[in-house]
């Protein structure tokens, strides 16, 4: 079984500042991925980036990265350049290779962003 | 663009009744999911469908079925509502899976329901 684990329940950081959320994970599985979602309180989920377990490098979109370390087990999230409009809840996620088609969330970590 | 549309943002309904939750989406896509998300909790899966007329419970089907007569809807029935099913429902869908481990789900906008 999967598990994902979000320690940060609340954070709160500068605007225009970097601000890392942590995400580790547990699972068997050699392959799997994982994913970051966003959900402003509007409560749409909206896609952030992918990390794929065998990617050599750790993935960016925009002002997102993720800082992948495979040996601790860990996925976080580091937003750059911080704005008020990503004041939201963050979610980690994994989903496992084969045939598996659902994913596991973490408790998510609500991000205040401060002028 | 994908689209993943719930039929309602709010819905407030009374113990025992029958509850209907629908959601449609115009991707084609295989794959679609509904989640229940409680604070503290993150997204639990209640059920999911790789086609039409099949299902696969997730981790907390108790208490609920669901439904997919069409490709695109896909209905999250409460048989008999109760107070603990208060909370938040996220729609999802995905294509077919195989090798493409990294597509992402895409998500409805979510139904907050209120069970009095």
């Known amino acids: 079984a999967q598990k994902i684990t979000q320690t940060q329940p609340g954070m709160f950081v500068q605007e225009k500042e970097a601000v890392t959320l942590d995400c580790t994970y547990d699972?068997?599985?050699?392959?799997?991925?994982l994913f970051w979602y966003k959900q402003p309180s509007s409560g749409e989920m909206i896609f952030l980036i992918y990390?794929?377990?065998?990617?050599?490098q750790n993935a960016t979109e925009g002002r997102y990265s993720l800082n992948f370390q495979k040996a601790r087990k860990s996925a976080n999230l580091v937003i750059s350049a911080s704005q008020l409009g990503d004041s939201a809840m963050y979610f980690c996620a994994m989903r496992p290779s084969g045939s598996a088609r659902q994913l596991t969330f973490g408790s998510g970590t609500q991000l205040t962003v401060l002028p | 663009d994908v689209k993943v549309t719930q039929s309602s943002r709010y819905l407030v309904k009374r113990t025992g009744e029958k509850v209907f939750l629908e959601c449609v989406q115009d991707?084609?896509?295989?794959?679609m999911f509904w989640y229940r998300q409680d604070p503290g909790l993150g997204l639990r899966l209640i059920y999911f469908?790789?086609?039409?007329?099949?299902?696969e419970k997730g981790d907390i089907p108790e208490g609920y079925s669901v439904s997919r007569e069409k490709k695109e809807r896909f209905s999250l029935i409460l048989e008999s509502a109760s107070t603990n099913q208060t909370s938040m429902y996220l729609c999802a869908s995905s294509p077919a899976s195989g090798t493409l481990i990294g597509q992402p789900q895409h998500f409805g906008d979510g139904t907050r329901l209120s069970i009095l």
């Open positions: 699972t068997s599985d050699p392959s799997y991925g």
């Open positions: 991707m084609d896509h295989e794959n």
């Open positions: 990390q794929g377990s065998y990617d050599q």
């Open positions: 469908s790789y086609d039409v007329k099949m299902k």
